[in-house]
C-alpha cells in the first residue's frame, strides 16, 4: 500500500459524510493512476450519528477502509493511533468537516516522491491553497518553509495540520498530546516546528487545494482555547543569538504580492474544476464560491510572514537577557517599589542567575534595579511592550518566559500582580515552570527558623471552593493540614474522583494529613 488517509472524528455529525465521500473521490482518482491507497478513520469519543456515518461508510466505500474507536480526548494522540496503524508508506493527515481536491493524494504523493528520489531530501507536502468556506470566504496560498527563520515560529505558524508525509517521519516524530488540558495550542503548529528543526521541510504540493469549513464549533473558534505551542526549538534564546543555531531562510520568490499569486488560483481552469466537483460533494461550499460577483470581495491572502512587533518585541526582550540561556529563577513585578524587598526575600534562590521583568506602568526611573544583587538581570517589558496591544503583552511576555526557563525554573509572581495574564495563563505556565507564588491565592507558613514557604494556590483554591477556608487567609501548615484531613472526611462520601483529585493535590505539593 502506498497512501493511508487517516481522518479524524470526533463530533463532526453535519460534516463527516460529505468529508468522508471527498476523501474517497480523491483515493479513487489516484487509484485510477497507479497509487494504492486506503483510509483509516480514527474517532476520539465520537457522537452516535458520527459513529453510524463511519460504520456506513466502512460497508459501502470503494476503497479499503477500516474504522478504530479510541478514548482519548486528544487531537494529538488520535493522530497517533492512526500513523501506528496506517500500512501505506505514505499517510496523509484529515479532518472530519473539511474537504478536498480531487488531485490531493495523487499529486503530494508525486511530489514528496520527486523529492526523494531525484533530490534525495525528506518532506513533507501541505496544500499550495487553502480555500475557507462557512462562517467567512478567504483565500490562501502556501510557500515553502525554506522562507522561513526557524525562530519565526515562535510567533506565528505559517502552515496547516492536512499533511502528506512518508510514515516513517511521522512515527519517529509523533504528535505531542496539546488538548485544552494542557494549556498549549496547536499540536500542528508543534509538530512543523519539530520536523523542520530535525531536517524535513515542508513543502507544498503545487495544483492541490483544501476545502477548510469554517464554523462556530472547530476548536479553533472555541473561546478560551490558547494559541501557544509549549516549549520548542524555535523558543530557545540560541534562535536569536547563536548564529550555528539560527536557521537561514532563502531569499523570498520576486512575486509574492497577494493579490498576485492568489490569481494564479483564480484563473485557473483545473481549480474551477476540482471546486466544482467538490461542490457537489457538499453543497454548502457553492454559496461560497468566488467565481463571478464575489470575487472582488474575497479575503486574499498568503504565509509569507514580514517580522511583526510581536516577533521584534520578543527579540529584544531575549537580547537585554543578554543571551543568559535558561534562567533558575524569574521574577514578575508590576510594583518597582517592592522590587528590593520581593527579590531579596529569604526565600528566593541562593546563588544562580535571576531574572526580574518588569511589567508595571512605563516609568523614566528604575532606580531600585541599582539595590539588586550582581546576579539578577532586569528586563523592563512595560517599555519594550509599549506598542502592543494587552492581548498581545499577555501572548509575548508568556512566550518569552518559556523561551528563557525549563521546567525547574521558579516563577514568582509579586502578590497581587498581573491577576488577569495568571488567570488566562497561569495553567500553560505551571505546565511548562514551577510557580511558587501565584497571585494572591496562597497560604504562607514559617519554619522554625522564620523561612516563608509557600503552599500552591490550587489546594487553597480547592479548600476555598469546599467553604473551609477564605481565599485570602494565611495559616500556618499546621492549620492547613487539619483542613485538608476535613476534606478527606467529607469526601469519603462523595465521588472517587473528587477524592483521588485531592489526594493528588496533597501529594504534588507537600500537604498531607
Known amino acids: 500500500m ?15 459524510e460529505c468529508a468522508l465521500k471527498s476523501l474517497e473521490a480523491t483515493s479513487i482518482y489516484a487509484i485510477e493512476r497507479g497509487c494504492e491507497c486506503n483510509i483509516l478513520m480514527i474517532l476520539d469519543r465520537p457522537s452516535e450519528i458520527v459513529l453510524e456515518i463511519a460504520k456506513r461508510f466502512e460497508e459501502t466505500s470503494r476503497v479499503s477502509t477500516s474504522l478504530v474507536i479510541v478514548n482519548n480526548g486528544s487531537l494529538g494522540l488520535s493522530r497517533n493511533d492512526g500513523v501506528v496503524r496506517a500500512s501505506g508508506r505514505y499517510v496523509m493527515l484529515c479532518d472530519g468537516d473539511d474537504l478536498c481536491s480531487v488531485n490531493m493524494i495523487f499529486d503530494s504523493w508525486i511530489e514528496v516522491k520527486s523529492y526523494l528520489e531525484d533530490k534525495g531530501r525528506r518532506v513533507c507536502c501541505i496544500p499550495e491553497y487553502i480555500y475557507e468556506f462557512g462562517n467567512r470566504v478567504s483565500l490562501r496560498k502556501f510557500y515553502s518553509s525554506r522562507f522561513f527563520n526557524i525562530r519565526d515560529f515562535a510567533v506565528v505558524h505559517p502552515f496547516c495540520s492536512h499533511l502528506f508525509v512518508e510514515t516513517e517521519i511521522l512515527r519517529e516524530n509523533l504528535f505531542r498530546d496539546l488538548s485544552p488540558s494542557s494549556g498549549f495550542a496547536f ?35 472555541s473561546s478560551g482555547y490558547i494559541r501557544l505551542p509549549p516549549r520548542n526549538p524555535a523558543m530557545v534564546p540560541q534562535a536569536f543569538f547563536d ?126 534595579r541599582s539595590s539588586l544583587p550582581e546576579n539578577v538581570v532586569v528586563v523592563n517589558f512595560s517599555k519594550v511592550s509599549k506598542l502592543l496591544k494587552r492581548k498581545e503583552r499577555e501572548e509575548i511576555l508568556v512566550k ?26 497561569g495553567k500553560t505556565l ?84
Not at 487553597?460 to 500556618?476: I, M, N, P, Q
Open 243 to 368: 548564529n550555528n543555531y539560527i536557521r537561514k531562510a532563502e531569499p523570498l520568490p520576486c512575486a509574492f504580492v497577494t493579490e498576485e499569486s492568489s490569481n494564479d488560483f483564480l484563473e485557473s481552469s483545473k481549480q474551477k474544476e476540482y471546486f466544482s466537483l467538490a461542490a457537489k460533494i457538499d453543497e454548502r461550499l457553492v454559496s461560497s464560491s468566488v467565481w463571478g460577483e464575489r470575487r472582488s470581495g474575497v479575503s486574499l491572502r498568503n504565509n509569507l510572514y514580514n517580522e511583526s512587533d510581536l516577533l521584534n518585541c520578543l527579540k529584544v526582550m531575549v537580547s537585554l537577557t543578554g543571551g543568559g540561556g535558561e534562567y533558575d529563577e524569574i521574577v514578575l513585578l508590576e510594583n518597582g517599589g517592592n522590587a528590593v524587598s520581593f527579590v531579596n526575600s529569604s526565600n528566593c534562590v541562593q546563588g544562580g542567575i535571576r531574572l526580574v521583568v518588569y511589567c508595571g506602568n512605563s516609568i523614566s526611573s528604575m532606580s531600585w
Open 2 to 16: 502506498e497512501v493511508t488517509s487517516i481522518i479524524n472524528f470526533h463530533r463532526e455529525d453535519d460534516y463527516a
Open 400 to 425: 518569552f518566559l518559556l523561551t528563557v526557563s525549563n521546567p525547574n525554573t521558579r516563577l514568582r509572581v509579586e502578590d497581587g500582580a498581573l491577576k488577569e495574564l495568571m488567570n488566562n495563563y
Open 187 to 221: 499540536e500542528d503548529w508543534d509538530l512543523n516546528v519539530r520536523l523542520i528543526t530535525s531536517g524535513v521541510e515542508v513543502e507544498v504540493a503545487r495544483g492541490t487545494t483544501l476545502y477548510y469549513r469554517k464554523h462556530d464549533q472547530s476548536i479553533m473558534a
Open 430 to 513: 505551571s505546565n511548562s515552570v514551577c510557580i511558587t507564588d501565584f497571585h494572591e491565592m496562597c497560604f504562607i507558613d514559617r519554619d522554625v527558623s522564620g523561612k516563608m514557604e509557600l503552599v500552591n494556590s490550587r489546594i487553597v483554591s480547592f479548600l476555598a471552593e469546599e467553604g473551609l477556608c477564605k481565599k485570602y487567609d494565611r495559616a500556618g501548615r499546621q492549620e492547613i493540614e487539619q483542613m485538608v484531613g476535613r476534606v478527606e472526611n467529607q469526601l469519603l462520601m462523595r465521588s472517587l474522583p473528587l477524592r483521588k483529585k485531592l489526594k493528588f493535590l496533597s501529594r504534588v505539593f507537600g500537604v498531607s494529613k
